[in-house]
């Protein structure tokens, strides 16, 4: 191939970086610290051979599961633990985990979490040269290359035996230098070194370090001595990274070199994908792509204010799992993850220090003139001009003589004709294109909400709270429409939110109903929410309105979904949360070109195929920056669909995402009893059947699906053999918990579906067995039937069988008596005869049991204490009856508002309630929580002696945190009791939430 000049590359580089512009660019999920990550500098990744992905740290070891991760750190006191935190590399070999540190090499068993440590001992030729492991890769006969910066290593990491390689200055034929970057073997097995001093391959024929890289002809020389990376090329060939001197392909054949240089030259990590692309690391220009053919690559770094661009532009290394998903550790931005079938383009976003990013706001309205501008218009941000030419943008606020009225822009219209128009809080004005200024409409200021021009070229203003204002094509105002409640025809609601033409008639959507305009009589006619009708609209508060390409109207509601008019039934189909559209809060509607609805909620984008009903659920997962998008939607004259939120304005292709067809592999990863963890369920034989004695007759499991494509999307389903009928669907809740089983034999089955819902071809599985005391045995229930048999031969003998039989018939009645009293007696055991909720006993066991998995695996638990507002008043103004009535309902209620099956409460006493929470974070605790309040004082339950409305309420406290050592149930039910009496001491009806622990 012919050598490629820097200016060609250069000008391949510009041209390729806005061609992926065009094609939409890579997005990135972001993993740090708020995800438990130990340290944000991760300098290696491995995915083990199970599938879980391990990140190794400058401050320690962690496992990711895609829901959380676990920390292996040194321990000075175990000899099996990590020989140091500060981790450089890592590697594989078969199911063990090499992982090279600055104080050694630790082999790392996944299953038993034990570490087998080799390092520098002084005087022991058999030991490591250098304790700075950089580099380490086994061969085919599992011996393994270990590269330090002080030499290379040979080592049988069974025995122990170690032959050390180093330059020597009199001999040629020794290692170049004993500074170790990288090493390579490839489909020949010869081993290749990069080193401070060129590239090595070593000869184990002719046992001797064999030089590339330092000759001084043209072609043969690399660009840099400090081989930083080493990987398969094309053809055979290697890709070598190297220290300020980019890329090089190298021949192994011949020895040439060939040299592709980048924006950036810091080469320190490279993979070749299997799409024949190499991905370029550097030391601080970010994540190159590099397609060998043309020579081209897309260039990736971090962007302030850009939620979706790579975290940081040191990149650390990069591996692609299982899946196809591509993950980069950075050295101070913690992990990337991405996906390259998965595109989008981040089009705006601001930035703090970036005058010419897009102005700060949510943006509530976006529309394209003629001359292919997107004007923004946005809350408390002014407008927005964007030339999606150029890529620039121009600012228009309040007070800069421009003539904008307001930096709130609620909504713009572009008219038949091309004039803009934009509605802020303030008024509304026309845009003059020539002056390039803002002229005041005629009519008095008012807070426009919606514009809309019908087919006669008439211009509709809707307000915020003054109705609906009608102008002819030259500004004067014709009518005003205002809502009166008590006359019939008039307008639902002042608030009017969008304006559409359907059938012949307009539409207008207000925020108590949607709205026909009887043009000759000038009536509307309302159509709102009837709950007593499934078929009327789901919500009146209506927010968007949008005709498709085949004349069918929908419509985008707060608080009820998305619906779709049916004119021949004069009525409503639904598409809710609750059949599996993203959120029921829907904020824009757009159309792509094969009729699919694009519908923009507060918790994503759901693609409608109304044909078929399919629904496909866009998140950051698809190149969301935020979920929670805004009201400014748009379909530009190239095709491509525009959604915003808080964190920038994205752009999709039309075609987005392909179908997610990797299944998960799923694993038990924790089996507990009464007492605690029973097993290491990677260590245990399945085939061997657990025994449990029958004091110990509880069991809960923890399971993990590994697809990380959208993991907090992975579904699960479980059954237990010899309790459940079928299998239990427990949507994200990734543990469950069986209390009291009876003797017998059980198995555990579960499985896994990722974010498709493409089920897991295996089942984990786990069989166990409760045995029950000697007196309810098998042998005892033998010794008993002979003694019976015994007992009867000896009546018959003695002519006593009329009495033994009315004996055995009494013996009969008390076996049954004595087993519904057993029945009874288990059930008042743990709950309450009141309430029916869990009852103190109860809560103490499984309180503690929650607390020792939040100290176990570093996950948050939140309690809470509640009490009932004056309740000793309701007792004393309606009875003890009545007060034992409101205090079931109470409970009741709170019982429903628990949605995780791991959630329960339980009474503590009198009127006191306890809400236990394992994994919520305190953010999602206060969440539950003002959920309990409310739902409470929904109720309504009549309290007149209370001076909070005249229903009855409640106090809560909120304690969340991670439990520590020191930490026991008393210590949560403290704090929360504290919290509660801050409630109480605030006015009651309230909550307060503490922290666990201060700091």
Request: hydrophobic share 35%.
């Amino acid at each position: 191939m012919k050598r490629i000049s820097a200016f060609l590359i250069t000008f391949f580089l510009i041209v390729s970086f806005l061609t992926a512009e065009s094609n939409g660019r890579l997005f990135f999920h972001h993993i740090d610290k708020r995800d438990g990550l130990s340290n944000i500098s991760v300098s290696s990744i491995v995915q083990d051979s199970r599938g879980f992905i391990w990140f190794g740290t400058l401050n320690g070891l962690n496992r990711y599961d895609g829901r959380g991760i676990k920390l292996y750190s040194h321990n000075p006191y175990d000899r099996n633990s990590l020989i140091h935190n500060k981790i450089q590399t890592m590697n594989r070999s078969g199911r063990y985990l090499l992982i090279g540190t600055y104080g050694g090499l630790s082999v790392l068993d996944p299953d038993s979490g034990v570490f087998k440590n080799f390092t520098k001992t002084p005087g022991d030729t058999n030991s490591l040269t250098d304790n700075v492991v950089v580099y380490v890769i086994p061969d085919a006969t599992g011996n393994l290359w270990v590269g330090t910066l002080n030499g290379l290593n040979y080592l049988n990491p069974t025995t122990g035996k170690n032959r050390r390689f180093f330059n020597e200055k009199d001999n040629p034929d020794s290692l170049a230098n004993n500074v170790i970057r990288s090493l390579y073997i490839d489909s020949t097995g010869d081993l290749w070194i990069g080193t401070y001093n060129g590239l090595d391959r070593y000869s184990s024929a002719e046992d001797k370090f064999i030089h590339y890289g330092m000759d001084s002809r043209e072609g043969y020389s690399l660009p840099s001595k400090y081989v930083m990376a080493i990987t398969a090329g094309e053809k055979g060939n290697l890709w070598l990274g190297t220290w300020d001197g980019g890329v090089s392909s190298f021949n192994i054949s011949t020895g040439k070199i060939q040299t592709y240089p980048l924006e950036d030259n810091r080469v320190y990590t490279l993979y070749p994908a299997p799409s024949g692309q190499l991905w370029a690391g550097t030391w601080g220009g970010g994540l190159f792509i590099i397609d060998p053919e043309s020579g081209t690559s897309e260039r990736y770094v971090n962007q302030a204010g850009n939620l979706t661009s790579i975290s940081h532009d040191i990149v650390y290394s990069i591996i692609e799992d299982d899946a196809g998903l591509y993950w980069i550790g950075t050295n101070g931005g913690g992990v990337n993850i991405t996906d390259p079938e998965k595109r989008t383009d981040l089009v705006l976003y601001h930035d703090a220090n970036d005058p010419f990013s897009l102005s700060k706001g949510a943006v509530y309205s976006m529309v394209q003139d003629k001359n292919n501008e997107i004007w923004i218009g946005l809350y408390g941000g002014g407008l927005d001009r964007w030339n999606c030419d150029t890529r620039t943008l121009v600012h228009y606020r309040q007070g800069d003589g421009k003539g904008l009225p307001y930096d709130t822009v609620t909504t713009l219209l572009i008219t038949a004709e091309g004039k803009l128009f934009v509605g802020t809080l303030k008024g509304l004005v026309s845009y003059d294109q020539e002056k390039d200024r803002f002229i005041p409409y005629p009519m008095k200021p008012e807070h426009v909400y919606a514009l809309f021009e019908d087919s006669r070229k008439n211009l509709w203003v809707g307000t915020y709270d003054n109705g609906l204002y009608l102008f002819n094509s030259s500004g004067k105002e014709m009518q005003h429409f205002k809502s009166d409640m008590g006359k019939p025809g008039t307008i639902s609601s002042n608030l009017i939110t969008s304006f559409v033409e359907y059938n012949g008639s307009l539409w207008i959507g207000t925020n108590e109903g949607l709205n026909i305009f009887d043009r000759e009589r000038g009536t509307f006619t309302a159509y709102t929410l009837n709950s007593e009708d499934p078929s009327s609209l789901s919500s009146s508060s209506i927010r968007t309105l949008f005709v498709d390409s085949i004349n069918r109207l929908w419509i985008g509601t707060d608080g009820g979904g998305l619906n779709l008019f049916n004119l021949k039934n004069n009525n409503f189909n639904h598409y809710m949360k609750q059949n599996g559209f993203s959120d029921d809060s829907v904020t824009g509607i757009l159309e792509d070109d094969s009729g699919r609805i694009w519908a923009a909620t507060k918790n994503g984008v759901t693609v409608l195929d109304p044909e078929t009903g399919r629904m496909m659920i866009l998140t950051e997962y698809d190149g969301l920056p935020d979920t929670n998008l805004n009201y400014g939607v748009l379909k530009d004259s190239a095709r491509y669909l525009y959604f915003s939120s808080s964190k920038g304005i994205s752009r999709f292709l039309q075609k987005v995402s392909t179908l997610n067809t990797h299944p998960p592999k799923v694993y038990i990863t924790a089996v507990y009893g009464n007492e605690g963890p029973l097993i290491n369920p990677f260590m245990y034989d399945r085939e061997t059947q657990l025994k449990l004695p029958n004091h110990q007759n509880s069991i809960s499991f923890d399971f993990i699906g590994l697809d990380y494509t959208a993991a907090l999307k992975n579904r699960y389903k479980y059954r237990l053999d010899g309790f459940d009928d079928d299998w239990v669907k427990s949507g994200g809740a990734i543990s469950v918990r069986y209390s009291n089983l009876s003797p017998g034999n059980y198995t555990f089955r579960v499985k896994a579906a990722n974010n498709d819902g493409i089920w897991s071809k295996q089942e984990d599985y786990l069989s166990f067995r409760v045995v029950p005391t000697f007196w309810k045995s098998f042998y005892a229930q033998i010794l008993y039937d002979l003694l019976l048999l015994l007992a009867i031969f000896a009546v018959i003998k003695v002519r006593e069988h009329y009495f033994l039989k009315r004996k055995v018939k009494e013996l009969e009645g008390l076996k049954v008596e004595l087993t519904d009293t057993n029945k009874e007696l288990r059930e008042l055991s743990v709950k309450d005869p009141l309430t029916g909720l869990y009852n103190r006993r109860e809560l103490d066991e499984r309180l503690e049991l929650e607390v020792v998995r939040s100290r176990r695996f570093k996950e948050p638990l939140s309690v809470f204490m509640i009490d009932l507002d004056y309740f000793k008043d309701y007792n004393d103004r309606y009875g003890h009856k009545a007060g034992d009535e409101c205090l079931i309902s109470v409970a009741e209620l709170i019982r429903k508002c628990l949605v995780r099956t791991s959630d329960f409460v339980a009474r503590y006493g009198g009127d006191e309630l306890i809400v236990v929470l394992p994994r919520y974070s305190r953010e999602e605790a206060e969440k539950m929580g003002e959920k309990i309040k409310r739902t409470v004082q929904k109720k309504r339950l009549k309290h007149l002696k209370t001076g909070i409305g005249g229903i009855v309420t409640i106090s809560l406290g909120i304690v969340s945190g991670i439990a520590l050592e020191k930490d026991s149930p008393e210590t949560f039910v403290k704090a929360a009791d504290k919290a509660l009496y801050k409630a109480k001491k605030q006015g009651r009806n309230c909550s307060v939430v503490l922290p666990l622990h201060k700091s």
